[in-house]
């Protein structure tokens, strides 16, 4: 009965892993047709989109067959139920992802806008979402700890971010400043993608101690 757990739980982990690595393809996707280092479509992201979805039902299947035929005990259960908790952080994510890639459809109308802020959150949110992923495979609680941190850097990204767009919009209100909104727009699905991470370290936390903090944020 072990074994088929615990061979089981492996299979959680490998599907948890690709989940993660898809949603930072896809963040990666989505605000590369802003910076223009790749050939990225918004048709790309939605594709990603749709296999986030769909592995997302596989892995609460998964978690499901787990908690009704090996009614797993203890840190097991927790470790499970956390399970299901991150997919639905990660499928939010690979929403927010497709969001971005809807506002900039045209990435030559972005040419006199500074972007390289947008583009640290977007490294900042990818390597968040990454480690989530570790901590939660290697019950890391050090690193979990450590991405929460991270959320601030993001939120203080964020702000400059908009201040900066501000001030542009208020120079430039009839030329571009709807351009300036789209990207504030972008900005901010990034800083939520730092909150929904900061959600999936939580859950890692709460499987390796079963403590959690009530962070429901939207």
Sequence with gaps: ??????????????HLVYMGELCEIAICKATSILLKNSSCKAKTVYDVENEIDRIE?????????LLLRQQPVAK??????????????MERIGDQAADI??????????ENFEVSKIESMSKQV?????????????????????????????DDLFEQVKQDLIRFINNNAQEQGELAID????????????????NIAEW???AITGNH???DRF
């Design 126 to 154: 990818m390597a968040m979402v990454s480690d989530c992923v570790t901590a939660y495979v290697k019950q890391d609680l050090a690193l979990a700890g450590a991405i929460i941190k991270q959320d601030d850097i993001v």
């Design 101 to 110: 890639a809807e506002i900039i459809t045209n990435d030559e109308a972005y």
């Design 204 to 206: 890692v936390e709460f």
């Design 57 to 65: 039902k596989e892995i609460e299947n998964l978690c499901l067959r």
């Design 76 to 89: 097991d259960l927790r470790e499970v139920s956390a399970a299901l908790k991150i997919i639905t952080d």
């Design 1 to 14: 009965m072990r074994n088929t757990f615990e061979k089981e739980m492996n299979e959680l982990h490998e």
């Design 213 to 215: 903090k009530n962070t």
């Design 183 to 198: 990207l504030i727009m972008v900005a901010k699905y990034l800083e939520r993608i730092g909150d929904h991470a900061t």
